[in-house]
């Protein structure tokens, strides 16, 4: 899991400064890995490999907002859902976060290992280096 705490300003122009989470269990990552020809990584790479802007620019999108949640008060519960991430994608943060991890192939990276578990990470990358090989 990943906090990033963003400051933006809103829509009657208010700075704030607020605290985002993303995750992604490992349930979707395998379900994202299975479900994408080639698992999700040799995707991704392909695609940065092509500077596919257009594609590029859409997984940012994707992986944003799937991350997207909120914690439960107890933490036991990590609260996903198509209207919190529809509320989220329409505010400025989102533009903020978006707009870095498209111009800052560093903080993309960041990012991306931050979402994943780790553990899941290390597994992806193993089975990657063993495919090319």
Known sequence: MIAKTITYTDYNDVERTEKFYFNLSKAEVMEMEMSTSGGLAEMIQRVVAAQDQPAIIKIF?????????VKSPDGRKFIKSEELSLDFAQTEAYSQLFMELATDADKASEFVNGIVPADMAKQIAEHNATKAN
Do not use: E, F, T
């Open 61 to 69: 999108k994707d992986l944003i907002l799937k991350a997207y949640g």
